[in-house]
């Protein structure tokens, strides 16, 4: 009588190997464009095993968004909002955004931000529950920014929110459209928000301490 034989688990090093190649190649070509045979075949993959540990393409991008996000998680460091202070709001922003700039380093945790951005996604439970954290915290941000007298308060909080989140998302697409933009976004976000959003007591102020390294400054005329 034959005994079935116990399925192996996928090795790690083979499973990073394939979630980075797939987020270069969803982030490259689009979700529809990308052809799964190509993709396992840079991944050096084989084809029955993706359907035995995988089985479907909308299965193997939700993981690699998954992967990517932890991914990230290990490298950037996000600020508890309740410890936040009128010292260390908006200084806790720049360190965020530079600890992007350094993750950025890596192009398959780059290609998780181009994915974010794609047009033509399946349902990708990852990539949904991120945003709704992502869109959580930002509330939350905002909430705690207006408490400390940071904010400009004629600027209802919601709208504050939905500002924030637009003009972050259009730096992150400004950036990953082009990378020689990369050492100018920590730059413009901590120029743009503080201004946008800032009150009006506070923004020239942290304006001033997060003058670009270069020294150049704003013509007052």
Not at 68 to 96: C, K, M, N, Q, Y
Request: glycine fraction near 4%; proline fraction near 6%.
């Amino acid at each position: 009588m034959a005994v079935a034989r116990t399925a192996q688990p996928l090795d790690p090093e083979r499973r990073s190997r394939l979630l980075r190649q797939a987020r270069l190649a969803f982030a490259a070509n689009g979700f529809s464009a990308t052809r799964l045979t190509s993709l396992l075949e840079q991944a050096a993959f084989p084809r029955s095993s993706f359907y035995y540990f995988f089985g479907t393409k909308e299965r193997l991008l939700d993981e690699a968004v998954a992967d990517g996000l932890h991914e990230l998680g290990a490298l950037v460091h996000i600020p508890r909002v309740a410890d936040l202070d009128a010292d260390s709001f908006w200084p806790s922003l720049t360190e965020l955004t530079a600890d992007l700039s350094a993750a950025a380093e890596r192009p398959d945790l780059v290609a998780v931000g181009a994915i974010y951005h794609l047009d033509d996604l399946p349902p990708c439970r990852s990539l949904d529950t991120f945003k709704e954290a992502l869109i959580d915290w930002n509330m939350s941000l905002v909430s705690r920014g207006l408490e400390l007298g940071l904010l400009d308060p004629l600027i209802p909080a919601q709208m504050h929110a939905e500002l924030a989140y637009a003009v972050v998302n259009c730096i992150d697409r400004w950036v990953i459209q082009d990378a020689a933009h990369r050492d100018r976004a920590q730059e413009i976000v901590c120029t743009i928000l503080p201004r946008m959003l800032g009150a009006p007591h506070t923004h020239t102020s942290h304006t001033q301490r997060t003058q670009p390294v270069s020294g150049k400054k704003q013509d007052d005329s």
